[in-house]
C-alpha cells in the first residue's frame, strides 16, 4: 500500500517569499506524483505530477517539484509567493495498476501575508 | 471541453436516508473515481469504474455503492445515511489507460446528513 506524508497543516509566507511544501510518500513499487491545489469551495486542480524522467517537474502558476526518489520525497516550491497561492495543497501518490487511485496526503493550508 | 460535472452541489438528507450523486466525467473518459473529503479524515478514495466496470474499491463499507453507464456517465448511492457521511464527494474522471494519466475533478456535491 502506498502513502503521503504531508508534515504540518499550516503554512506562512510572506507576499515575495519562498513556497516550500514538504510531501514524502510511501510505495514499494515506482509512484506516480501528483500536487493538487483546493480554493475554498472548490474541486482539486492539478498543479504538477510526476510520471518518469525528468526528476524536476514544473507546473501551472510557477510551482515545481523535484522527485527524489533516495528521500522518497516530492517537495512543491514557488520561488515568489502571490496572494492568490493562498489555497490547501495536497500531495497524491498512485502506482500502476491503479492508475486513477490516489493516496493523498492530509492537505497543507497555504497562507500568504502582504 | 467541458471539465467535470457533478450533480447536485449541495443536498441536505435526513439520517436514515439514502442519497444518489451524479457524475459527468470529460468527453472521451472512460474512468470515473469517487473520493470523500472530510475533515477529520481528508481525501479518502471510494471506488474507481472504467468502461462500466468497478476496477478499483476502497475501504468503506457497503452502503456505499456506485454505477458507470455506457456512455462513461457515473452515479454514487449511500444508502441508510449516517451523520457521519457528511462530506465533500468529489468525481474524478481520466483516460484510465496508461500510468500516471492526468486525474480530473470535478467541482463536487456537498451532503450534509442531519
Known amino acids: 500500500a502506498q502513502s503521503v506524508t504531508q508534515l504540518g497543516s499550516h503554512v506562512s509566507v510572506s507576499e515575495g517569499a519562498l513556497v516550500l511544501l514538504r510531501c514524502n510518500y510511501s510505495?514499494?513499487?515506482?509512484?506516480?506524483l501528483f500536487w493538487y491545489v483546493q480554493y475554498p469551495n472548490q474541486g482539486l486542480q492539478l498543479l504538477l505530477k510526476?510520471?518518469?524522467?525528468?526528476?524536476l517537474v514544473k507546473g501551472i502558476n510557477g510551482f515545481e517539484a523535484e522527485f527524489k526518489k533516495s528521500e522518497t520525497s516530492f517537495h512543491l516550491t514557488k520561488p515568489s509567493a502571490h496572494m492568490s497561492d493562498a489555497a490547501e495543497y495536497f500531495c497524491?501518490?498512485?502506482?500502476?495498476?491503479?492508475?486513477?487511485?490516489?493516496?493523498f496526503g492530509k492537505g497543507i493550508t497555504l497562507s500568504v501575508r502582504p | 471541453k467541458a471539465g467535470v460535472t457533478q450533480t447536485p452541489r449541495y443536498l441536505i438528507k435526513t439520517r436514515g436516508q439514502q442519497v444518489t450523486l451524479s457524475c459527468s466525467p470529460i468527453?472521451?473518459?472512460?474512468?470515473v473515481s469517487w473520493y470523500q473529503q472530510t475533515p477529520g479524515q481528508g481525501l479518502q478514495f471510494l471506488f474507481e469504474?472504467?468502461?462500466?466496470?468497478?476496477?478499483n474499491k476502497g475501504n468503506f463499507p457497503g452502503r456505499f455503492s456506485g454505477r458507470q453507464f455506457s456512455n462513461s456517465r457515473s452515479e454514487m448511492n449511500v444508502s441508510t445515511l449516517e451523520l457521519g457521511d457528511s462530506a465533500l464527494y468529489l468525481c474524478?474522471?481520466?483516460?484510465?489507460?496508461?500510468?500516471?494519466?492526468?486525474?480530473?475533478f470535478g467541482e463536487g456535491s456537498w451532503l450534509t446528513v442531519v
Open positions: 510505495s514499494s513499487v515506482p509512484p506516480y
Open positions: 474524478a474522471s481520466s483516460s484510465g489507460y496508461e500510468g500516471g494519466n492526468t486525474i480530473y
Open positions: 468527453s472521451g473518459h472512460r474512468s
Open positions: 469504474y472504467f468502461s462500466e466496470t468497478q476496477r
Open positions: 510526476y510520471t518518469t524522467g525528468a526528476t
Open positions: 497524491a501518490v498512485s502506482v500502476a495498476g491503479a492508475n486513477s487511485k490516489l493516496t
